[in-house]
């Protein structure tokens, strides 16, 4: 039995890869690229402790926060605390990660922009130490 599961708008999908996310994050394909949509979008779990890597997009991205709570940071500013219902729109080339918290899971829907075949750079992990000053901020 997975009480998550079985409130869930979505389903979970699949594991995304270490390689560019700290932790469990889950992606559940929702709309592809198409002949007539430049975005893909999709339903993204973060579990406890899980965030994306520090990254940009070259046309940006919204993301929609469906369930739980977590974070949003810009490199050079402050994380911003978003929980379910809240919006963020993401400019592009702006340096930044999301994920959850180190006390809450968190899911979005992330609506993807692509610059032609392109719609993120991976950068580095967020570090332990860039997580915990995002959970410890007032
Ligand atoms: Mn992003």
Redesign the pocket.
Known sequence: MDKVNTISLFPKGEKLPNEWFTGEAFLSPLVSKDKNNEFSAGAVTFEIDAR?NW?T?PKG?VLIVIEGSGFYQEKGKAARAITKGDVVN?PENVE?W?GASAKTSMTHI?ITNFKEDVQ?TWLKPVTNEEFNQANNQK
């Open positions: 994306t990254h997009h991205q993401i930044h999301h992330a993120v």
